[in-house]
């Protein structure tokens, strides 16, 4: 498609719950990059892949946070066991080179109780 | 650490100004720099970006500036239109084999009639 695009647009979870998000990137871009929001206007990096292979995993928690990208399937972002500081917006963005301008779907807002 | 800085949580022009958005970085690795534009609710929009080799960069209204001496870059907005008022982010590219984008705060931007 020509917009990176998002699912679900809302998600809420109580504490401990799983919770999964969707991301399909611009058709014929190989790059993926997931961001957190919080706090209004601070964005963390979270994961970034080149195709199905993770490119730069330096932002994940490792404990509860998973991101995969398969082949013909949108990329994922899971989070097991849910804490209530995960409550944020998830960003997904893609790009055709890695390098260059990143474009940005419309997000996931997360709310977990 | 924030290592890019936009000082000015908000501006208020009156339609017809320049608005002139700034952004100050610390890491000298940056080569690649971005602004986009966020209205609530949405995703980052792009808007305009340059590389660490130029000094300036036009499309439309939009121009942005690069002083890599300062670690400075400026967004300037001529005319300015009330469609403009939104959130302003400016990004950085880490260079190197590191391409998570780096945010500022955001400037929110208010263009009156």
């Known amino acids: 498609g020509e917009e990176v695009a998002q699912t679900p647009k809302h998600l809420v979870r109580g504490e401990g719950q799983k919770a999964k998000l969707y991301c399909a990137p611009i058709?014929?871009?190989?790059?993926v990059f997931w961001y957190q929001q919080v706090l209004k206007n601070e964005f963390k990096f979270l994961i970034s892949f080149q195709n199905e292979n993770v490119f730069d995993e330096t932002g994940m928690p490792k404990e509860r946070f998973s991101a995969k990208c398969l082949p013909n399937s949108p990329c994922s972002l899971e989070i097991q066991a849910t804490k209530l500081e995960d409550s944020a917006v998830y960003f997904c963005?893609?790009?055709?080179?890695?390098?260059?301008?990143?474009?940005f779907g419309p997000g996931t807002r997360l709310l977990v109780l | 650490d924030q290592q890019v800085k936009q000082n000015s949580p908000s501006l208020s022009v009156q339609e017809g100004r320049i608005s002139i958005l700034n952004c100050d970085y610390t890491n000298s690795m940056f080569d690649y720099f971005l602004w986009y534009k966020k209205y609530p609710a949405e995703g980052p929009t792009f808007l305009i970006s340059?590389?660490?080799?130029?000094d300036k960069n036009e499309d439309g209204r939009f121009t942005v500036f690069l002083n890599k001496s300062a670690k400075h870059l400026s967004l300037h907005i001529v005319p300015s239109q009330p469609g403009d008022s939104a959130v302003y982010f400016c990004a950085a590219n880490g260079g190197g084999s590191n391409y998570k984008l780096t945010f500022g705060k955001g400037t929110l931007l208010t263009v009156n009639p």
């Open positions: 963005a893609s790009s055709q080179i890695a390098q260059e301008t990143q474009y």
């Open positions: 340059i590389s660490s080799i130029k």
């Open positions: 058709k014929g871009h190989s790059y």
